[in-house]
C-alpha cells in the first residue's frame, strides 16, 4: 500500500554505491499492479542535510530499528536521487512495534504494518513531483525545485544572475548551514554562488512566480 514501510535486500543491487548497499528499508511510491512492480523510496536514519534529493521526515509511527543500545525510532531521512522499481516478490512487509520489540496487532489479531502518517505522505509526494519535474540544467530550474521555505537573500546580485539563470550548469553544489542555502554551480567554466535565507513561506508556487519574475 502507498506509503508502507518495507524491507529490501539493496546489497543484491548491481553497481551502486556503497550507501545504497547499507540500505535495508524503503517507502512504497507507486505502485503498478499491470507490471507486479512497485517503485520505492529508500530511507536511512543517516543525517543528510536538506536538499532537492534528501530531506529529514522524521519519526514513522511504530517504526523501530535494532541496534546495539536495543529497539530505537530515528528520525529517517529519504532519498529521492535512490528510487528504484522492483517486483512486488522482493519486498517484506514492516510491522509495527514497541520500544521492547513488541509487535502491534489489530483487532483480529494480525501484525499492523507500519506506514508513514497523512502529513509525511503529502508531503513526500508533493516533494517528488517537483522532484521529477525535470533535471536541473540551469540555476531558475534548480531555485524552482528547491523547499518552498527558501528565497533569494536581500543582498544577491540580481543583474547578475538574470545574465546566467538559463544557461546551463555544468555542475553544482549545495550547501545548507543555520537558516541559509548556498548553491555553488559552474558555467561555461565560471564559479557562480547564490545564497537563498529560509523564510515562513509555504506557497511553492507563489514562491516560484517571484523567482520568475525576478530572473526572467
Known sequence: MLGDVVRYNFFALDNVDKDTYSLDYAIVLDIDEKNNTTKILPISNKFHKESIESFCIGYIPGFVEVKNE?????????????????????????????????????????????????????????????????????????????????????????????????????????????NNKIIVFFVDGKRYSVKLTKTDNLDLNSRNNRLKTILN
Open 70 to 178: 536495543g529497539y530505537v525510532n530515528n528520525k529517517q531521512y529519504v532519498h529521492f536521487n535512490k528510487v528504484i522499481d522492483v517486483n512486488d516478490n522482493e519486498l517484506y512487509p514492516v510491522h509495527e512495534q514497541d520500544l521492547c520489540g513488541n509487535i502491534s496487532k489489530d483487532d483480529s489479531g494480525s501484525p499492523i504494518n507500519v506506514a508513514l502518517d497523512i502529513e509525511q505522505l503529502e508531503k513526500i509526494v508533493k516533494k517528488y513531483r517537483i522532484y521529477e519535474i525535470g533535471e536541473e540544467k540551469n540555476l531558475i530550474n534548480l531555485l524552482m525545485k528547491s523547499d518552498a521555505h527558501y528565497e533569494l537573500s536581500n543582498d544577491t546580485d540580481i543583474e547578475k544572475l538574470q545574465k546566467i539563470s538559463s544557461l546551463k550548469m555544468e555542475k553544482y553544489r549545495e550547501y545548507n548551514f543555520n
